[in-house]
């Protein structure tokens, strides 16, 4: 099974930097994926790492440590519509995906 | 475009009802799958299946049961509802392989009395 730990809410100003940490414990890894969840909506895919490293994406960068079991979400350049859930995901050797509680991010402006 | 659609949007149902859930996506993904997401728990998935004919059982699969008979449709049934299956239930849809990240549907908010 996998354990996958992140912060239950952080709290940041439009325009600074938020970094989201996940930590995981997996029987099998293939995978992290980060969606973003706004309130009363269906989850919507971020970004996927499945090798060490920084993927770049816009405003928004997600790092792995596979020996670490350890990943991060950056978001920068904070916009209020950025306000909502971020979850982190990570698949098994099925293809199958266990998530994280989520993070409820909120910009105040 | 649709992407994946589910139905009903919403429902309130009382407690021994048969219910399904309806679930159908147009991108011919091989994956599907149903979770539940209730409030400080997350996503947990109940069952799924990465190829027509093929099902298998997730993390609570327990009062629910799904069918594959094709590639589009996921049905999910539940046979006796009980007041702990109130929940906001999403499926989602996937290729198999690298990459492949999860395409969700809208949502159904189920009640349970």
């Known amino acids: 099974g996998q354990n996958i730990d992140q912060p239950t809410e952080m709290t940041a100003t439009e325009g600074a930097i938020v970094q989201i940490n996940c930590t995981y414990q997996?029987?099998?890894?293939?995978?992290l994926f980060w969606y973003q969840q706004h309130a009363g909506e269906a989850p919507t895919f971020l970004s996927y790492?499945?090798?060490?490293g920084l993927e770049e994406k816009g405003r928004f960068s997600s790092f792995l440590s596979r020996s670490k079991g350890y990943s991060y979400l950056l978001l920068k350049e904070l916009q209020m519509k950025d306000s909502a859930s971020y979850l982190c995901?990570?698949?098994?050797?099925?293809?199958?995906?266990?998530f994280g509680a989520g993070t409820t991010v909120t910009v105040r402006a | 475009i649709a992407g994946i659609t589910q139905a009903p949007t919403s429902q309130i149902l009382a407690a021994g009802r048969r219910m399904t859930l309806r679930c159908t996506q147009d991108?011919?993904?091989?994956?599907m799958y149903w979770y539940r997401q209730d409030l400080g728990l997350g996503l947990r998935l109940i069952h799924y299946?990465?190829?027509?004919?093929?099902?298998g059982k997730g993390e609570v699969p327990d009062g629910y049961s799904v069918s594959r008979a094709n590639t589009d449709d996921f049905p999910l049934t539940l046979a006796s509802a009980v007041p702990s299956q109130t929940s906001v239930y999403f499926c989602?849809?996937?290729?198999?392989?690298?990459?492949?990240?999860?395409?969700f549907g809208p949502g159904t908010r189920l009640t349970v009395l």
């Open positions: 997996t029987s099998g890894f293939n995978g």
């Open positions: 995901a990570v698949r098994d050797g099925d293809y199958k995906l266990s």
């Open positions: 790492n499945v090798l060490d």
């Open positions: 299946s990465n190829t027509a004919g093929t099902t």
């Open positions: 989602a849809s996937s290729d198999a392989g690298e990459g492949g990240e999860q395409f």
């Open positions: 991108m011919r993904h091989n994956a």
